[in-house]
């Protein structure tokens, strides 16, 4: 049996990824990720052209069902995450990308097509958690003209990550836009944005931003990712892959994601809660399944769920 998974060209042994913003903020937490076993590939946190240090504390909280998040994109900066994938990878890495206006995505998509990086790209359309600011990728008519100018220039490998949708008709709207353009993938869901959580003890909301709305993640919003790789896996271009991400805390969600057609599965709560091993578990918990069932390979079962 083998778990692997092809990453845009490059064979991976794992189909498993880190959710970006989980453990890939620092050069430290960007180096354990190299060094996690069955991590197939890693994503960076979403760079913005300035550094930011993001909102205030508390901005993570941990859920017996999931997690809430109002982090606010902070990250080093975008000339750091460059120059670190620039470096020699020692395991393939995707850079995301994400900007506080289009016109500043603009800017660093054209500094990216400049620079010597040639690698995969993830522009992130739909970061929750920046005071005032939409979710680009619930506006179809921008989403369309932000991808319309940066690929008027853009030719490298370049992806993006989207919110879920809760919507047949919003799926059939971002894949009729998305299909327009020479894109490698998507990577669905980010955080269900703008949930909130009670302290029944305290009578408080959990996190500071925002009045306590944050973004929702793990086991919770499972039903949600599978909807949206396989709403998304149904219409896209076979052309573009699907990433999935959302609500993995065992090898069956690996498996059911898959099913539901994803090429590579991303893991961010789980990771929270049970550290970086969780890969391995992971890895184990789906080559077992595959193994009881018969399957050699992912692609034996990759997008083969059924319906009644
Ligand atoms: O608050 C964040 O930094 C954040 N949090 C998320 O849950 N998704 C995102 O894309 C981002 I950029």
């Known amino acids: 049996i ?11 042994t794992s189909p498993l990824l880190n959710a970006s913003g ?19 590939a890693m994503v960076t946190k979403s760079a913005t052209l300035q550094a930011r240090a993001g909102n205030p504390n508390p901005r993570y909280y941990d859920l017996k069902n999931g997690s809430i998040n109002s982090m606010g994109l902070p990250n080093l900066g975008y000339d ?5 994938v620039l470096q020699e990878q020692t395991k393939p890495t995707i850079l995301s990308v994400a900007a506080l206006s289009a016109a500043d995505a603009i ?21 929750p958690n920046i005071v005032g ?7 179809f008519e921008a989403t369309d003209r932000v991808l319309k100018e940066v690929f008027s220039f853009y030719t490298k490998p370049l992806g993006v990550k989207l919110p879920p949708y809760f919507d047949l008709v919003h799926f059939d709207k971002i894949a009729a836009v998305l299909n327009k353009y020479p ?7 980010n955080s269900v944005g703008n949930g909130l959580w009670v302290d029944i003890e305290q009578e408080q909301v959990v996190t500071k931003a925002k009045g306590g709305f944050g973004g929702l993640g793990g086991t919770m919003v499972l039903p949600t990712a599978l909807a949206n790789v ?3 896996r149904q219409r896209l271009h076979d052309s573009i892959k699907v990433l999935g ?5 065992s090898g069956e969600d690996v498996f059911a994601h898959i099913l539901c057609g994803a090429d590579l599965v991303s893991v961010g709560t789980q990771v929270m809660k049970e550290g970086l091993s969780v890969y391995d578990r992971l890895a184990e918990e789906l080559q077992a399944i595959m193994a009881h069932k018969g399957y050699q390979s992912l692609a034996d079962f990759r997008g083969k769920l059924k319906e009644l």
């Open 2 to 12: 083998d778990l692997n998974a092809d990453l845009f060209g490059q064979i991976l």
């Open 22 to 40: 989980v453990h890939c903020q620092t050069k430290e937490e960007l180096n354990d990720l190299a060094h996690t076993s069955n991590l197939g």
């Open 80 to 84: 750091f995450y460059l120059d670190y």
């Open 107 to 127: 800017t660093l998509l054209k500094d990216l097509q400049a620079s010597d990086y040639q690698g995969p790209t993830e522009l992130n359309l739909s970061c």
């Open 133 to 139: 600011e939409p979710q680009l990728a619930y506006d």
């Open 183 to 189: 894109l490698t993938h998507v990577n669905t869901i």
């Open 230 to 232: 396989r709403a998304l």
């Open 245 to 249: 991400t959302g609500g993995v805390t």
